[in-house]
């Protein structure tokens, strides 16, 4: 008997401590983690630098209000606006809160240019922005919002890929765009680079703002620091969350100056959001994860990877359907469902996790090695021998 609500379905097994790409149970089993609390841990567990941060940081300054000023947060929003698109950054805790808080100043700012009518925000169906209540009706899935209405307005969706419905669903009420570049819940369903050029574009020519919700697939996740980047476009607004943190809770919403000078004192705040701590943590990460060596070496794990997962397909045409992804942000979508497959890959000590599409999601510590990429490409190779 758990005195934890029953809203998740939980695997019957718990760790005691973390190492880089590994987990260990309290019986000492050891398990190679790709999922890494869901792109989260970029740096795996227990990372060295992290440690050392946090025990730092815990005995100068844990908690102070955002009514006084925070030199590391000016820190981590400054490293964060140099290296990106971004001229100013709001901290937040989680990526719903991110993606709340892009929904928020793009409302703000047409409100703030006269045109308060426009301000619906123009999603895909059944895509993924977070839990909130907002963030589901964004995502205009029957299975997430069933129950909790009333509907939350102020948001229409398109079908993904379908540019025809898309393009339709533009009007004068239209204040933006909100899209993954990768959809992860989704299905590591990438935006093509050509649509999001063509994108900007038709945002451009509407006057309407582009979010791009990074939460999942940004801060190096594909091989770039933010996904979109590769297609050399500007987005005006991106939500940020899970791999800033590295595991610690931290969001944030990053925006360009014409949006940004449109965020006044009152518009928007959070008690917690970037606290000294989280900050700090956040500085670190910044520090390892957004170099140009380290995101070479994502990029060259991820070729390596993603060549022998092909091989795999190839080795396994009934089993496998698709590998899909970019970085170390990868799908395996399966013809059928992928449940069986992924208890099996846990029988056999590696955990992965689910996304949308009869997809197993593979996230890998961004900085994992590539003997363990070797032990992975092992463990599922034995798993579709044994399914097919
Ligand atoms: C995980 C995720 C969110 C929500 O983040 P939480 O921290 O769980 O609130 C929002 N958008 C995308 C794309 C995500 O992957």
């Keep these: 008997m758990s005195y934890l609500a029953n809203n998740y379905n939980r695997k019957k097994i718990s760790f005691r401590n973390g190492k880089g790409s590994?987990?260990?149970?309290?019986?000492?089993?050891?398990?190679?983690?790709?999922?890494?609390?869901?792109?989260?841990?970029?740096?795996?567990?227990?990372?060295?630098?992290?440690?050392?941060?946090?025990?730092?940081?815990?005995?100068?300054?844990?908690?102070?209000?955002?009514?006084?000023?925070?030199?590391?947060?000016e820190k981590l929003a400054k490293k964060l606006c140099k290296k990106t698109f971004a001229d100013s950054v709001i901290f937040q805790n989680s990526g719903t809160e991110a993606t709340e808080a892009a929904i928020k100043v793009a409302r703000r700012y047409f409100y703030s240019i006269g045109k308060p009518f426009k301000n619906r925000i123009l999603c895909i169906k059944n895509s993924f922005h977070g839990r909130t209540i907002a963030a589901?009706?964004?995502?205009?899935?029957?299975?997430?919002?069933?129950?909790f209405g009333p509907k939350v307005s102020g948001f229409d969706h398109f079908i993904f890929g379908n540019h025809k419905s898309l393009k339709k669903k533009i009007n004068k009420n239209t204040a933006a765009i909100m899209v993954e570049p990768i959809m992860g819940e989704g299905g590591?369903?990438?935006?093509?680079?050509?649509?999001l050029?063509?994108?900007?574009?038709?945002?451009?020519?509407?006057?309407?703002?582009?979010i791009?919700?990074?939460?999942?697939?940004?801060?190096?996740?594909s091989g770039d620091f933010f996904a979109f980047e590769k297609s050399r476009i500007k987005p005006d607004i991106v939500p940020i969350a899970k791999g800033i943190g590295g595991g610690f809770p931290l969001g944030a919403v990053l925006m360009n100056k014409?949006?940004?000078?449109?965020?006044?004192?009152?518009?928007?705040?959070?008690?917690?959001?970037?606290?000294?701590?989280?900050?700090?943590?956040?500085?670190?990460?910044?520090?390892?994860?957004?170099s140009k060596k380290f995101l070479r070496n994502v990029k060259s794990l991820s070729k390596y990877f993603l060549f022998r997962l092909n091989k795999l397909k190839k080795k396994y045409p009934k089993i496998i359907k698709?590998?899909?992804?970019?970085?170390?942000?990868?799908?395996?979508?399966?013809?059928?469902?992928?449940?069986?497959?992924?208890e099996k890959l846990i029988d056999n000590k590696l955990l992965t996790i689910r996304a949308a599409e009869n997809v197993i999601r593979i996230l890998p510590p961004l900085n994992v090695k590539k003997k363990e990429l070797n032990q992975s490409l092992n463990i599922l190779e034995k798993v579709c021998k044994e399914l097919n």
């Excluded at 992290?50 to 100068?60: A, D, R, Y």
């Excluded at 589901?136 to 129950?147: D, L, N, R, V």
């Excluded at 590591?188 to 649509?195: A, Q």
């Design 22 to 73: 590994y987990l260990y149970t309290s019986k000492g089993i050891k398990y190679l983690d790709f999922v890494q609390g869901i792109a989260v841990n970029c740096l795996g567990h227990a990372h060295p630098k992290l440690v050392k941060t946090i025990k730092n940081q815990s005995k100068k300054l844990w908690h102070v209000s955002n009514a006084f000023q925070i030199p590391e947060g």
């Design 136 to 147: 589901i009706f964004a995502s205009g899935s029957k299975k997430m919002t069933e129950g």
């Design 188 to 195: 590591i369903k990438e935006i093509p680079d050509w649509c």
């Design 197 to 210: 050029r063509e994108l900007r574009k038709l945002c451009n020519k509407k006057k309407i703002l582009l």
């Design 212 to 221: 791009l919700d990074e939460v999942q697939c940004g801060i190096s996740r």
């Design 258 to 290: 014409k949006v940004a000078t449109r965020v006044t004192p009152g518009t928007h705040g959070s008690t917690f959001g970037g606290n000294p701590l989280a900050m700090s943590i956040g500085n670190t990460i910044m520090d390892e994860v957004s």
């Design 322 to 342: 698709d590998i899909r992804g970019r970085g170390l942000l990868i799908g395996i979508q399966l013809y059928k469902d992928q449940s069986k497959f992924i």
